[in-house]
C-alpha cells in the first residue's frame, strides 16, 4: 500500500478547490445574463419574439446535453487539464461573441442563440470536474466532497442575477470602445465579466491543478490518465465489472429530479399570476425572492446532508428527499372550491396580451424585462379564459404554494447530492468520465423537457393533471430505488474489498 504524503494531500485538496471554482463559474456563465436576454435581445434584434427566447434559453442546456458525453470521455484517456482548458477556453470565446451580437447587420438572434449553445458547451466541462473528484477522494470524503461541489453550482446561480444586478448601474448606453467595436453596457458587461473569470480560472487550472487519483481507502494510486510519468494502468482493485443495472437506474432517477424541478421553477410564474391575479411584474417580484430563499436554504441543506449521510448512509436519505418532493406536489393539488378570478377581458377586447405557449418556455425570471404594449395602461390579471380549466378548477391557495416551495427546496437539493455520490460510489475505481458525461447529459435532457412539459400539459389541461402527473413519476421512481435499493452500493462493497 502507497501511504499518502502530507505533500500529496495538500496537492490533491488544492486541485479538488480549482474544480469547485470551476463548477462555480460554470454556473455563472448560465445565471449570470438570464435576466437581461429578453431586453438585450430585443435591442439587437427587434424581429425576434418570446417563442424564439424560449430556444435562447433551452440552448444552453442543449448544448450542455451534447458536450458532457465529449468531454466525459476525453477526460478518460487523456489529462484532465485539456477538456477543462479546452471546454473553458470555449465559454470565454462564447461569452466575447455574446458581447459582440449587436454588431452584424442581420441575423443577430441567431449569433445571440449559437454564443449561449457555446456557452452550454462549454459548460460540458462538469462531467469532468465530477469525475475529478470521485476520483480524487475515498469514500469517507465523497459525500462531502460531492455536497461540495453542489454547493458551489447553487451558489453560482445564486450570485449569477446578483452580479447582473449589479452590472445594471452601467446603464444601456454604457462606454464604447470604438476601435475594438465594443459596448460596455448592462448587457454586454456581465459576459466580458464571465470571460474574465474563465481566463483567470484557465490560469488556475495550469498553476495550480495536478491529476490525482486514491482508491476507496484513501490510499495513493496511479492516475488513470496521462499525466507526465505516471502510466496509465489501473490497479488489481479496479478489476470487477460496474453493476449497470444500478447506473441505469441512477440516471433515470436523476432526470426525474431535474425534470420536475425544471417544472417547478418554470412554472412558478404563470401559476401566481393565474392563481393570484398577480402582474407580470409582482410574479416576477415575489417569485425572485422565493428562488432566492430557495437557493439558500439548498446551500445549507448541502452543508447538513455531508453529516447526516454518515449515519443513515446515502440511500436512505435520496429515498427520504423524493418522499419530501412527492409530499411538496401533493399539496399542489387543487383540493378547495373557490375558483381562481377569471379574466374575462381576453374576450372583450383580444389586444390584451396573455401568456402563451412559448412564453411558458421561460423560466420566470427571464419574463421580468417583458413589456406591456403601449397603448394598455392597465395590465390584465387573473386566470386567461383561454385556459378552459380556469373555469372549473379550484384555486390553489398561497399558503399551498409557499408550503410546496418549502418541500421542494428541501427535497431537490438532497436527491442531487445523493445522487451524485451515489453513482460515483457504484462506478468504482474505472474511469468515470463518460459515465458522468450521460449522468450531465440526462440532467441536461430534463431541463429542455421541463419546460415544454409545463407548456403543453399546464397551459391545456390545467395544474390538477400536471402536478398528479408529476407526482405519478415521483412514485414510480420510490418504487424503482425500492427495486435496485440492495444494489446502490460501492464498488468495493460489492466485490469484497470493503465493509459496507
Known sequence: DVVETQEHYKSRWRSIWIMYLTMFLSSVGFSIVIMSVWPYLQKIDPTADASFLGWIIASYS???MVASPLFGVWSNYRPRREPLVVSTAISVAANCLYAYVHVPHSHNKYYMLTARALVGFGAGNVAVVRSYIAGATSLTERTSAMANTSACQAVGFILGPVFQTCFTLIGEEGVTWKSI???????????????????INIILIFAIFREHRVDDMGRQCNSINFEGEESGVL?????????HVAVVAINFLFFVILFVFAVFETI?????????????????FYNGIILSVIGV???????????????TGERAILHGGLLIILIGFFILLPWGKKLPNIQWQEIKNNSIPRTTSSEMLMPFW?????QLPSNRSVEPAGCPVTQSWCLNTPMIYLAQYISSDILIGLGYPVCNVMSYTLYSKILGPKPQGAYMGWLTASGSGARILGPVFVSQIYTHLGPRWAFSLICGVVVVSLL??????????????RYGRMQE
Open 268 to 284: 412558478a410564474t404563470p401559476l401566481t399570476m393565474d392563481m393570484y391575479s398577480w402582474t407580470r411584474e409582482k410574479a416576477v
Open 297 to 311: 436554504e439548498s446551500v445549507v441543506v448541502f452543508m447538513v446532508v455531508k453529516t447526516l449521510s454518515k449515519k
Open 366 to 370: 427571464s419574463l421580468q424585462a417583458m
Open 62 to 64: 442543449i448544448g450542455q
Open 181 to 199: 467595436h465594443l459596448q460596455l453596457n448592462m448587457y454586454t458587461a456581465p459576459v466580458v465579466f464571465g470571460a474574465l473569470l474563465g481566463i
Open 235 to 243: 490497479d488489481q482493485d479496479a478489476e470487477g465489472n460496474v453493476d
Open 480 to 493: 424503482l430505488l425500492e427495486i435496485v435499493y440492495k444494489r446502490l452500493i460501492a464498488f468495493s462493497v
